[in-house]
């Protein structure tokens, strides 16, 4: 079982949906959690930060953090065209310092 | 404030050709990584400095790639012969001193390699 599970897609919904994006993990040491956004040709730009468990808004953008069932999401509300891209969940445990990237889930909001 | 910055955008090589990619890190970011990024999956850890001194490099293939980041500022990474499993994006990040505000990296926008 890999650390981070995170579904390919690719996932397209219409514009002003609600997406839902999520990856799960195995290892219960995590405790810092991101989510990167990545537009064809261009490198990882960081969009949400949290740390422990909880909910973190930004936006239209909330990152949701279930430890006890090691699950962790993003949520985009009124999506839009531009936020096509490839949004990866990233990890990493208290006091280590490896960041494991999940494999990334492609969205396509559909004008 | 200037992102991190790598060249070269784009190289395409033939197998046993050398290759270098140059990274200018975020400036006062401490800590600086490359990464490598295959189709349809996420950044891997290649080697990681604090300062000048590599202190994670357990991932870095040592047989035909090396590392240096003189004056703990810039860096290179260097692929030589390249092979055609290669082909991959090179993504250099940096950050602050690890742990001084969280894991939250930066990336570069890459440096895309074709090996033909």
């Known amino acids: 079982q890999k650390e981070v599970e995170q579904d390919p897609g690719p996932l397209s919904v219409p514009e002003g949906a609600i997406v839902s994006l999520n990856c799960t993990y195995s290892n219960s040491a995590f405790q810092y959690f991101m989510w990167y956004r990545q537009y064809s040709r261009k490198g990882p730009e960081l969009l949400m930060y949290?740390?422990?468990?909880g909910n973190k808004e930004d936006g239209r953008f909330t990152a949701q953090v279930d430890k006890s069932s090691k699950y962790i999401s993003l949520f985009i509300r009124d999506s839009q065209p531009s936020d096509s891209a490839t949004y990866l969940c990233?990890?990493?445990?208290?006091?280590?310092?490896?960041?494991?990237f999940g494999k990334g889930t492609r969205l396509h909001i559909l004008p | 404030e200037a992102g991190v910055v790598q060249s070269p955008r784009y190289k395409i090589i033939e197998k046993k050709q050398p290759v270098a990619f140059w990274c200018n890190p975020i400036?006062?970011?401490?800590?600086l990584y490359w990464y490598r990024q295959n189709l349809g999956q996420g950044p891997e850890l290649l080697i990681r400095y604090e300062n000048e001194e590599a202190v994670d490099d357990s991932q870095l293939p040592k047989d035909r790639f090396s590392a240096e980041r003189l004056k703990g500022v810039d860096s290179t990474l260097k692929i030589q012969p390249a092979e055609l499993g290669d082909s991959a994006v090179y993504l250099c990040?940096?950050?602050?001193?690890?742990?001084?505000?969280?894991?939250?990296?930066?990336f570069g926008e890459g440096s895309w390699l074709t090996v033909v």
């Open positions: 990040a940096s950050s602050h001193r690890w742990g001084t505000s969280g894991n939250t990296i930066y």
């Open positions: 949290t740390y422990s468990s």
């Open positions: 400036s006062g970011h401490n800590t």
């Open positions: 990233a990890m990493s445990a208290k006091g280590d310092d490896k960041i494991i």
